[in-house]
Structures are given as structure tokens and as C-alpha cells.
């Protein structure tokens, strides 16, 4: 009994003792951490000399920063007994599901409550006496905070001398976000293992759903292997193997299908306290099924890159570095129905955190169809249907190469440059060149801008021939400013071999495009073709003005400036457009083009070898509106500012148009406007007094153009070489104007040509003009107490054609035209004559040929022995004599005063400008006073009665054939004089 109540006494002090441990430790713990400020709950199952077994949770019970369901420390005490110092050493730790919640603001890792104890003991020195415990890790849940929202994983893990040995664990379902940035992941394994002094990692995480922005992924997944040194300290070999892969990618839409980057390194890495660092190389490999950018669509994306040099270093300054060396491609590249493929990039060069320098090489093969190329074919196809085809052709297949391509900077500045010229080259011989400009940038970014030179070269292939210089450019701030160059040659429109040089600002704000012109830009053309005509070697100058030429916003444009120096030669028409000059603004988009053109004059001059008028000047404004075009005009000459009125009109649809020219009542006044001033034809008409009025019509078509017209005056007086006209009458019908011509059976009537050789009266004339002249059907006057007419002549406007015609007499008295003349004091005679008188008029003068005229009735000769040369006689009562002549002194004396019954005679111009005339007359010897031949019988006998003058017996009968000729030439300066005196008062002053 004694021993079981002692054995019983033992017991309970052994419980008792035991019970007062456990309680004074989880005193101790509790006192110790409350000292270092964390809250604690504490209960320790168990506690021997050798190990503890306690559940612990640490910080605000509510969220505890740590908790630990079981916490098994196996220990050893050692003391003096075994010659150590006092202390416990830890010779294992296993941790039964601990939770721990950590929180990362973005810099750094906090541990709630627990950040001060944390810090303390990772900031101990280790122990080097004894190695650090074993630490086993059951269901552990870590629990991290952070600014995109919360993350957790569950492991199980081993740590062995302070270095992890094993871990097996899963990252738990998360959902990330912040500032639009999201992901989402379904979880994944994590496995660690150690090898020696490796360590190798391996994990994955699907990525259910990925958003930066506007920049989506979607099954998503994430894989990674490592294999890292166990002490990063002390550093090591580092293997790293890496794959992302997406099904989908996007941005508001898909942009990339089927996408997978792997990436590996080889090297070393290490860390210290001032950060982690890795040297060695690396691969990278991209492919992307499909991508789809904007209206853009890639397949078989695939960039395959070595990276060589790479250096790394982590911590509070960061750098890293490389070599690149390898190509990206694109099985085809596509954008509508423009495609490039095969296209091949080749790259190589450094890249680091103070910049980059890559050199490339791009090739591609390439073809645009319809669909994207209708715009600017359409375009050019509306200048020239040619340049539309030639454009299509060249788009079915073509080349690019970009070779010597080089991108340098240093991240905040990137530079563009090209060794060599890039070449679009189609197969129908179309190329586009993309050119440096001294060897220049291409581009180059700063600061958010953009900047750099190139000059653009287009030919071949059928196209029109361009070139596009930007001695610079820039791009900042949704905006941007060119200096360009541009010349550009070939057939647009009406325009063929068209030539176009200006220099310029181009500047874009927001949708706004505006070129500014620097100076007088060059346009011209061989010849642009006007309804039918050609206007050849046209130019002008279009000239700056306040503001810009072109202005292009919302699908709307409006040319606006000022031009000079316009014209061209209207070769059919041998008319020349010159000094053009005004102003212009048009505007166009939908539906069409609208504007006006104001013409502060153009001068149009006569080309013709004869020419046909003076210089006229117009001066107008033409409008454009609903695909119509009007116009008003005034045309005048230096003499007469307003002269005519013009107005046109035409359907830019059709092609069809048409212009009116009237000038009703124009007065020509003596001392003022003159017909001389509006044509030289006209000169022979001096001091004309009168009105005429005209209008005329073209109308035009593609086809071609015609025109007509109507000429009129009811009375013109004027002074012409033949004398003064009065009263010119009568319309002329125009069929053309260009060349001028009239419907047949024309009249004109003149009432009278005073001061003329023979005067004449009651003209008129009946014709027909054409192109190469004037057919004359009739043209009879009164003249000389009879009538003048012409036979039926052409008259030829070539002037080195010599113009030939018949003169018919009727009934003419040649009396009344020689009393006119130079002749009248030696020829005095009283004729009335009918005849023929065939004539020339050329370069060589006018001649008479075997022309003949026949007196109509009886007359009378009276010629001056000084007016008759070369005389030679003939007939029954001539004879010869000795020399004195005395029958040739008969002669003289019988055509000094010759009354004549019968006369013909032959008439025909000679050399020397003298008119040949051989007479046929019959009549007798009619002095004033009658005479009678008286001879002596001695003068008979000794022979010297006919070697002096014999009066010729009145009433000697005459049958004379006489041969002799007048000075034509001076007889026509006789009559070009009166032409050349001022007469103009008897021109001017009515007949009463």
C-alpha cells in the first residue's frame, strides 16, 4: 500500500513536472515574441530534452501572417558535459500544412507582423559549429499579396543545409488585375530537385486569359525548365529552356493564331548583394500560325535568333547586352488582295541596354490584284487608260529588296538607314526606287518624333516617270512637315509627253494635308489636245500665293493659287496662246469638282508665214460646277481693248462643248480703230469710217471640233490702193473659222472706187473662201464708161503662188483711164474698147499675157513722139528712107494725130517692166489744121527731098501696123503713188 501510494505520488509530480514545462515553454515563447511586437497563439503538445511539438499562429488572429497546424523540432542540448557551450542545436524542423501570407507593393517583400523577426534571422550568421537543421515542408500554403490581386501555391518541400533539396507543389487558380492589365491561370505543377550543386526547376501555368491593355491571349500556356546553381552566391553553370504558346492573341479582335516563342540559355549566374548576374548564350524561335494586324494578314511567321555575348546583371540599376544573329520570315504577307511572299529578313548586330546597332537584308516576292490597286487605278486610268493597264500588269508579280537596311540608337533615339536603295521591281519593267538623300537617315525617332530624308524614283513598265525628293521630313504630335521635290513626265488627259516640276512644303495636321509651293512650279506638255486640235509645246508657271496650292481634308481637296506665263501653239489653227496669267481655286471630292479660274489675260498671236491678224488679248473668268464648265470672256487688241465677247460652255461627261464670239457694231473711225489693226490683210484699208459686226460658234466633241459664222457691214468706206471705196456691203456666211471658210455664192457690193485709174462703181462680186484661198465666181464693175469684169479665178493665200486671172473689157473708154495717169500729157486718145487681158500676179510682178483688145467704134490717137520706143511701121503707105527718115517722121506725125476707123491691138507684158503693144489700125491723118506735102523738083532730083521732115497731107489714109511698148512699171508707181498720198479727205467726204 505504502509503495502504491508513493508510486502514485511519483507519478503525479512526473505529470505535474511535465505539465509545468509545457506551460513555462509556451510562457517563454509567448513573452520572447511578444517582445519582438508579434502577436501569438502558442500551444505546445509536447516537450522533451530531445523535441517539441506545438501549433503556432502568429499576427492578428483573424488573418494570421503564419500559422502552422504542426511545428516537430528535433533537438539537442549539449553543454560542458560533452565540452560545448550551453544552447540547443536544431537538428531537424517539419512543418504540417503552415500557411504563410506575404505581401509584395511592387519594390518589396513584407511578412506582416513577422517582417522584423524574418529580417533578424535571415541576417543571422550561420552556426559553424554545426551544420543548418533539415527542414521538411508538409501541404505548405504560401499566400501572396499583391497589387494585381492575391496568388497562392501549395507545396511540399525539403531543405538540407540551407539549401532547398526538393519541392513538389501547385500553383492555385489566380485572377490578376490592374489598370486594365488581367491574367488569369487554372494553376499549375511546381517541381524542384537538387543534384549535386544544381539546382533544377521545372513549371507550367496554363494562362486561361492574359490582357495588357489592349492586348489579349487566350489558352494560354507557360512551361518552363532551369537548372541554376543551389547557391546563387557562389555561382555556377545556369541552363534556362522556356516556351510560351498561345492559340489566340488579340487586340480588340485576333491578331495572332497558333503562336509559340521558345527561348534557351546557357551560361552562368550568380548574385550577390548587389543584385544577380548572367553571362553566355541564348536562342530564341518564334512561330505564329497566322497573324492579323489591322487589315493585314501573315501566315507562317517564323524568327529564328542567336543571341551570343549575353550579359545580365540585376539590381537597382539594371543592364544587359547581346549579339544577334539570324533571319525572321513570312511564309506570305497579305492586306486586301496585295500579298508579298517568301518574304525573308536577315539579321545581325548588338543589342543592350544603352542601345541597339542591327544591320538586315529584306526580301520578298510579291502581287497586288485588283481589289486594292481599283483606287489608284482608277486614278491613274482616268489621267491615261494606258497608265491604269500598265498598273495592273505590274502589280501581278514583283520583287522587293531592302538590302544594307541598319537601325542604331540608344533606345530613346533610333536611326534608319539604307546602304543601298530599295527596289520594288515588277516583272513588266516597273520599278519603284526608295533612295537615301547624301547618304542620310531614312528615319529617325527622338523625343516622340520622327524625322529623316529619301527620294522616291518611279519608271518603266508603261508607267509615267516621277521622282518625290524629301530633303527632310518630320512626324511629332499627330502632325508632320516635308520639304519635298517632286518632278513627274507623261500623258494625262488631253496631255501628251507632260512635264511637271515644283518644290514645296507638305504639312499634316490631324486629317489635314496642305502643299505649299516655294516657288514657281514648271507644268508643260508637247501638246494637249482641245476638242479636235492640238495645242503644242503648251507651258505655265503655277506661283505661290498667301496660301497653300493643295489643301486635302475629309475626303474633300481644294487647289488654290496662281498662274503665268501660259501658252501653247495651236498648230492647225497657226495660233499661238502667249503671257497667259491669273488666278485659280477649285475644290473637289464628292460629287465632283467646283471652282473658278480667273484669266487677267492671254494673248493669242498669229503663226501663219502670211499673217492673218494682230495679236489679240482676252481677259475672263471661268467657273466649274456639276461637272460643267462656263466661261466669259472679252477680246480685244492694242487698239481696241474690248473688241469681242466670248462665252463657252462644256460637259466634262460628255466631252462635248461649245464657245460664241460676237462683236456687234464695231466702229472704225479715222484716227482710232482701223481694220489694219486687227489684221494685217486688212492694211489696204487706210481711214476706214463704218461698222461691221461678226459672231461665230465652235462646238466640240471628242470627236473632233467645227465652227461657223456670219460676217456683216451695211456700209464701209475706206482709201485702198485703187482708189477710195465707198459704200462696202453686204453677210458673208462662215462654215469655218478655223481655217476660215464660207458657204459658196458669197457677195459683197461696193458702190463706188473714186480716185482710181478708172474709176469705178456698182461692184460686186460673188466667191467662195476656203482654206487654201478664194474662188472667185464673178466681180464686174462700172469703170470708165463701161464695165470691168474678172473670169472666174483662184486666189491662192500661199503668197509664193502666183495668182492668175482674165481681165474682160466692155465698152471701156481708155481715154478716161490714161487722162489719169502719168501718160496723160503724151497719150491723149478717145478709144471706147472691148476685150480680153489674160494676167499674172506673182513674186515677179504683175505681167499681161497675149492679151487683145478691139476698139468698138471710131476714134481718136494723140501719142507724144516722147511716149513711143522702139517704133516699127508697116502697111501699104509705109516705106523706108534715107537717114534721115523721113517715113518714120510720117509715122510719128500720123500717130500724133490719128483719127481711126478700125483698131485691134495685142497686149503683152515685156522684160524690163515695159508693156508691149502691137497695133492694127486703119483710119487717116485728122490734124487740127489742115496740111498738105509740098516738094521741090530740084530736092526730088538731087535725092534730098526724104532726108528732111515732110508734112504729112491731111487726110492721108492710115493702115499702120505699129509696134511698140510703154514703161508698164512706171505707169503702176503712177498709181501706187496716188495710194500713198493723204487723199483721206476725199475718202472721207460724202458725194453729193
Not at 543548418?132 to 525539403?158: I, K, S, W
Not at 516576292?365 to 481599283?374: I, K, L, Q, R
Not at 487677267?600 to 508665214?609: H, K, L, S
Request: glycine content about 12%; hydrophobic content about 45%; some cysteine.
Amino acid at each position: 500500500m505504502a509503495l502504491a501510494i508513493v508510486t502514485a505520488v511519483l507519478a503525479l509530480a512526473l505529470l505535474a513536472v511535465a505539465v509545468s514545462r509545457n506551460l513555462i515553454a509556451r510562457a517563454l515563447a509567448r513573452s520572447w515574441l511578444k517582445g519582438q511586437g508579434v502577436a501569438s497563439a502558442l500551444e505546445v503538445r509536447e516537450l522533451t530534452l530531445t523535441g517539441l511539438k506545438a501549433r503556432v499562429r502568429l499576427g492578428d488572429p483573424a488573418a494570421p501572417d503564419l500559422s502552422v497546424d504542426e511545428v516537430d523540432v528535433r533537438y539537442a542540448v549539449t553543454g560542458p558535459w560533452n565540452g560545448e557551450p550551453l544552447e540547443v542545436v536544431t537538428r531537424s524542423v517539419r512543418l504540417v500544412r503552415p500557411q504563410i501570407a506575404i505581401r509584395w507593393d511592387g519594390k518589396r517583400l513584407s511578412y506582416g507582423s513577422m517582417t522584423a523577426l524574418v529580417r533578424d534571422f535571415l541576417s543571422r550568421p550561420a552556426n559553424p559549429r554545426h551544420p543548418p537543421p533539415q527542414v521538411v515542408v508538409q501541404d505548405g500554403l504560401v499566400r501572396l499579396q499583391t497589387p494585381y490581386g492575391p496568388l497562392a501555391a501549395r507545396a511540399d518541400a525539403v531543405v538540407e543545409n540551407g539549401a532547398l533539396k526538393a519541392l513538389q507543389g501547385m500553383i492555385e487558380p489566380a485572377r490578376l488585375a490592374r489598370d486594365g492589365a488581367v491574367l488569369t491561370t487554372d494553376g499549375g505543377p511546381i517541381m524542384a530537385t537538387r543534384t549535386g550543386s544544381a539546382l533544377k526547376l521545372q513549371a507550367q501555368a496554363p494562362l486561361g486569359e492574359a490582357r495588357l491593355g489592349g492586348f489579349v491571349a487566350h489558352d494560354a500556356r507557360l512551361s518552363l525548365g532551369a537548372s541554376l546553381p543551389a547557391d546563387l552566391s557562389a555561382g555556377g553553370p545556369a541552363s534556362l529552356t522556356a516556351e510560351i504558346a498561345a492559340a489566340n492573341l488579340g487586340a480588340g479582335g485576333p491578331i495572332a493564331r497558333g503562336a509559340i516563342l521558345h527561348a534557351s540559355f546557357d551560361g552562368a549566374v550568380g548574385a550577390d548583394a548587389g543584385g544577380w548576374r548572367a553571362t553566355g548564350r541564348g536562342h530564341a524561335r518564334l512561330n505564329i500560325e497566322a497573324l492579323q494586324a489591322a487589315q493585314a494578314r501573315a501566315t507562317g511567321v517564323a524568327a529564328d535568333l542567336d543571341l551570343t555575348n549575353l550579359a545580365l546583371n540585376g539590381g537597382p540599376s539594371p543592364t544587359w547586352s547581346m549579339t544577334v544573329n539570324g533571319q525572321a520570315r513570312a511564309g506570305a504577307l497579305a492586306r486586301g488582295g496585295a500579298g508579298l511572299s517568301g518574304a525573308r529578313l536577315a539579321l545581325a548586330g548588338r543589342m543592350g541596354d544603352k542601345g541597339l546597332d542591327l544591320r538586315g537584308d529584306l526580301n520578298a516576292s510579291g502581287a497586288v490584284d485588283s481589289g486594292p490597286a481599283a483606287t489608284l487605278e482608277r486614278a491613274l486610268a482616268a489621267a491615261n487608260p494606258a497608265y491604269g493597264t500598265a498598273l495592273s500588269r505590274a502589280a501581278r508579280r514583283f520583287t522587293l529588296a531592302a538590302p544594307a537596311l541598319r537601325l542604331v540608337g540608344d533606345w530613346r533615339a533610333l536611326t534608319l538607314t539604307a546602304g543601298a536603295p530599295v527596289r520594288l521591281t515588277a516583272a513588266s519593267g516597273a520599278a519603284v526606287v526608295l533612295s537615301p538623300v547624301q547618304d542620310g537617315p531614312l528615319v529617325r525617332t527622338a523625343g516622340g518624333a520622327a524625322s529623316g530624308a529619301f527620294e522616291v524614283n518611279l519608271k518603266g513598265g508603261g508607267l509615267p516617270e516621277a521622282m518625290i525628293r524629301a530633303a527632310s521630313w518630320r512626324v511629332a504630335g499627330g502632325g508632320g512637315e516635308a520639304a519635298l521635290a517632286l518632278k513627274a513626265s507623261g500623258d494625262a488627259g488631253p496631255a501628251r509627253g507632260a512635264v511637271v516640276e515644283a518644290r514645296g512644303t507638305l504639312a499634316l495636321s490631324g486629317a489635314s494635308t496642305r502643299f505649299t509651293l516655294a516657288d514657281c512650279a514648271a507644268v508643260t506638255a508637247k501638246s494637249v489636245g482641245l476638242a479636235g486640235q492640238d495645242a503644242e509645246a503648251v507651258s505655265a508657271r503655277l506661283c505661290p500665293t498667301d496660301t497653300p496650292l493643295l489643301t486635302a481634308q475629309g475626303g474633300r481637296w481644294a487647289l488654290a493659287g496662281r498662274f503665268e506665263q501660259a501658252g501653247g501653239a495651236l498648230a492647225q489653227a497657226n495660233v499661238r496662246l502667249a503671257h497667259g496669267a491669273g488666278r485659280f481655286a477649285l475644290n473637289g471630292g464628292s460629287p465632283g469638282v467646283e471652282g473658278s479660274v480667273e484669266l487677267a489675260a492671254v494673248q493669242a498671236e498669229d503663226t501663219a508665214a502670211a499673217s492673218r491678224f494682230n495679236a489679240v488679248t482676252a481677259e475672263g473668268r471661268l467657273t466649274i460646277a456639276g461637272e460643267r464648265i462656263q466661261g466669259r470672256f472679252q477680246a480685244g487688241t492694242a487698239a481696241a481693248r474690248r473688241l469681242a465677247d466670248v462665252s463657252l460652255a462644256h460637259d466634262l461627261r460628255t466631252g462635248a462643248g461649245h464657245a460664241e464670239v460676237r462683236a456687234d457694231g464695231v466702229a472704225f473711225v479715222k484716227g482710232g480703230l482701223q481694220p489694219a489693226s486687227i489684221s494685217p490683210l486688212a492694211a489696204f484699208a487706210r481711214d476706214a469710217e463704218g461698222k461691221v459686226d461678226f459672231e461665230g460658234r465652235f462646238d466640240w466633241t471628242p470627236k473632233g471640233m467645227t465652227s461657223g459664222g456670219q460676217f456683216a457691214t451695211a456700209g464701209l468706206d475706206f482709201k485702198s490702193p485703187m482708189g477710195a471705196v465707198r459704200g462696202v456691203a453686204g453677210t458673208l456666211r462662215l462654215t469655218s473659222l478655223a481655217p476660215l471658210e464660207t458657204a459658196p455664192g458669197q457677195t459683197l457690193t461696193v458702190k463706188s472706187i473714186d480716185d482710181a485709174v478708172a474709176p469705178l462703181s456698182d461692184g460686186a462680186a460673188a466667191f467662195q473662201i476656203d482654206a487654201g484661198g478664194v474662188s472667185v465666181d464673178t466681180a464686174d464693175a462700172a469703170a470708165a464708161k463701161g464695165r470691168i469684169s474678172l473670169e472666174p479665178m483662184r486666189i491662192a493665200f500661199d503668197d509664193k503662188a502666183d495668182l492668175e486671172g482674165a481681165l474682160l473689157l466692155s465698152k471701156v473708154d481708155l481715154g478716161v483711164i490714161l487722162a489719169a495717169s502719168s501718160l496723160a500729157d503724151s497719150v491723149k486718145i478717145e478709144m471706147v474698147v472691148d476685150g480680153r487681158l489674160p494676167f499674172t500676179l506673182g513674186p515677179g510682178g504683175f505681167r499681161f499675157l497675149q492679151g487683145h483688145i478691139t476698139a468698138a467704134q471710131p476714134g481718136r490717137i494723140s501719142i507724144a513722139r516722147s511716149a513711143l520706143t522702139g517704133l516699127k511701121t508697116g502697111g501699104a503707105n509705109a516705106s523706108t528712107g534715107p537717114a534721115v527718115n523721113a517715113v518714120q517722121d510720117l509715122a510719128y506725125q500720123a500717130l500724133e494725130n490719128l483719127a481711126f476707123d478700125t483698131l485691134e491691138a495685142d497686149v503683152a507684158s515685156q522684160p524690163n517692166g515695159r508693156l508691149g503693144m502691137a497695133f492694127r489700125i486703119k483710119g487717116r491723118f485728122d490734124p487740127p489744121k489742115r496740111q498738105e506735102a509740098v516738094l521741090s523738083l530740084p530736092d526730088v532730083i538731087s535725092g534730098k527731098a526724104f532726108q528732111k521732115a515732110i508734112p504729112l497731107p491731111s487726110g492721108t489714109p492710115i493702115d499702120l501696123n505699129l509696134d511698140t511698148s510703154l514703161n508698164f512699171d512706171e505707169l503702176m508707181r503712177s498709181l501706187s503713188a496716188l495710194w500713198s498720198q493723204d487723199n483721206s479727205a476725199a475718202v472721207q467726204t460724202a458725194r453729193p
